[in-house]
């Protein structure tokens, strides 16, 4: 019922930013919880970021927190993932889920995006 489309992927030199969208279809938007996970080539996907559904409860991976900030706009029924200060060990396929409860494992999530690519330069 949810399909999720991001974006906002590319290219960038370390200490540069991103701000990945998630875009999801859906009346109920604020009922889900959103995860931001990602994989590089050849490793596991891994969690990234959380937050509830009216944003007031986040999570984030020790990896990226202090350098990347989950938000989210119900009205727009999107979630975004701000990156800052980026390291090459950022690059991966980022991909945002939703769920019902926040959650730091993969499999607490129902739906998927198709994934953005983000690759950080050293």
């Known amino acids: 019922q949810v399909q999720l489309v991001e974006s906002g992927g590319g290219l960038v030199q370390a200490g540069g930013s991103l701000r990945l969208s998630c875009v999801a279809s859906?009346?109920?938007?604020?009922?889900?919880?959103m995860g931001w996970f990602r994989q590089a080539p050849g490793k596991e996907r891994e969690f990234v970021a959380l937050i509830s559904g009216s944003g007031g409860v986040s999570n984030y991976a020790n990896s990226v927190k202090g350098r990347f900030t989950i938000s989210r706009d119900n009205a727009k029924n999107t979630v975004y993932l701000q990156m800052d200060s980026l390291k090459p060990e950022d690059t991966a396929v980022y991909y945002c889920?939703?769920?019902?409860?926040?959650?730091?494992?993969?499999?607490?999530?129902?739906?998927w995006g198709q994934g953005t690519q983000v690759t950080v330069s050293s």
């Open positions: 859906g009346r109920t938007f604020s009922n889900y919880a």
């Open positions: 889920a939703a769920g019902l409860n926040p959650a730091r494992m993969s499999s607490s999530y129902d739906y």
